[in-house]
């Protein structure tokens, strides 16, 4: 059976008084029930703009906003926050610092409706033991740690049995072991309460960690939207490549059938083409090939052309970072069996089936036809 759709945007924009751009422009997106959408962009992109007007916090200017078949936000229509059936997740936690855990979660379900306190015991419990918690009823949040605390937030946000549940960069306030942890129980306890969410991060790992599909996003737009693995394979534009993939980028020259590198010449076909709106690598003289860290091959060779400037040891990986005789920086991350020390020279191979091609970015022409310089 096909999933319903829990939220539909089409066209959203909002602009600020007194501001020159649109915090958000015609943002299209559908949720699906059951489905938790990351929504990852750096700061200033419009995020948290963009999870406000869907909680009902901000009006948009146009587009129009559907929960669960109801139209929230429109032309012609608007429902309070309240009525809109949406849990909200902050990244301060935001709980009440005089109520107890109990209370703090029991805060949302009073507006529900009419509810016995028992009804709501009931669920307060439910909602603690969901989210590893049972136990901590009677404690103050100053009596927690801060991964306590963002459980406790998230149990409120989810007591109601909310259709939606919006987290605002939840983790971003907590170490990086708990944030670690956290990510991982947070997706179970929202798979498991069957909940539909948007997670809102700047943080590409977290995004793919936590999501079953990805709305990257870049000054208010959303730039590319697929599943993780997709967006990570096939990113659709330079900004995506280099944000999410963190890919390595180098100028191409075409010269007969090779295109000619820094690193050397590669035979490229159309399969190679980044996933945009171009066609042919014909359309093209001047490049920028993508190339994904891990695809960079290292071997240690006096003769080589590439030095090693540093070395990180990151446990499973190292990082290292290369320089180019031009000067350009390249970054490797191979596994810890390859030790190459610092100051030697290496000669780079590549997987040339990952390998993608660009338009150039950088150079004095991009294409030869101007019109396809922008790609958005
Ligand atoms: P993000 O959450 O991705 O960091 P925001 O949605 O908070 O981004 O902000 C997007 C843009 O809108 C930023 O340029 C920000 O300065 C601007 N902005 C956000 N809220 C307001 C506001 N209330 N008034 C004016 N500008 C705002
Ligand atoms: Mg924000």
Not at 97 to 108: E, R
Not at 322 to 342: D, F, N, Y
């Amino acid at each position: 059976m096909a999933k319903s759709v829990i939220l539909h945007l089409e066209s959203v924009s909002k602009q600020f008084s007194g501001t020159v751009t649109p915090a958000v422009q015609n943002v299209n997106l559908t949720l699906y029930q059951g489905d938790i959408l990351g929504l990852l962009g750096p700061s200033g992109c419009g995020k948290t703009t963009l999870l406000r007007m869907i909680a009902g916090f901000e009006q948009p200017q146009s587009g129009i906003i559907t929960i669960n078949e109801r139209v929230v936000a429109g032309l012609h229509d608007w429902m309070p926050p309240e009525k809109r059936d949406v849990g909200m997740v902050f990244q301060d936690y935001a709980l009440f610092p005089h109520l107890t855990v109990a209370k703090n979660i029991a805060f949302g379900l009073h507006n529900s409706g009419k509810k016995s306190s028992t009804q709501i015991n009931h669920q307060v419990t439910d909602a603690l033991e969901l989210v590893g918690l049972s136990g901590l009823e009677s404690r103050y949040p100053h009596e927690l740690s801060g991964g306590q605390q963002q459980r406790v937030a998230l149990a409120r946000a989810l007591a109601p049995s909310p259709a939606l549940v919006l987290l605002d960069e939840p983790l971003s306030n907590l170490d990086v072991q708990v944030r670690i942890r956290l990510r991982q129980e947070l997706r179970d306890i929202l798979k498991s309460a069957g909940a539909s969410g948007i997670f809102v991060t700047h943080d590409q790992e977290e995004a793919m960690a936590i999501s079953d599909q990805v709305a990257v996003m870049r000054s208010g737009r959303v730039e590319q939207f697929g599943t993780p693995e997709d967006i990570y394979t096939e990113p659709a534009s330079h900004f995506v490549a280099e944000f999410v993939t963190q890919a390595n980028f180098l100028p191409a020259r075409r010269r007969g059938q090779v295109w000619e590198t820094e690193l050397g010449g590669f035979e490229l076909t159309d399969n190679h083409l980044f996933c945009g709106k171009v066609d042919s690598l014909d359309e093209f003289d001047r490049i920028d090939l993508m190339i994904r860290q891990e695809d960079l091959i290292l071997k240690h060779d006096e003769e080589g052309a590439v030095i090693i400037r540093d070395r990180q040891f990151l446990g499973r990986e190292f990082r290292y970072c290369l320089q180019t005789e031009s000067g350009k920086e390249l970054i490797a991350r191979t596994t810890p069996q390859v030790t190459l020390p610092i100051g030697i020279k290496v000669k780079v191979s590549i997987a040339e089936d990952n390998l993608r091609v660009f338009p150039a970015i950088s150079g004095e022409h991009q294409t030869k036809s101007s019109q396809l310089v922008t790609i958005r």
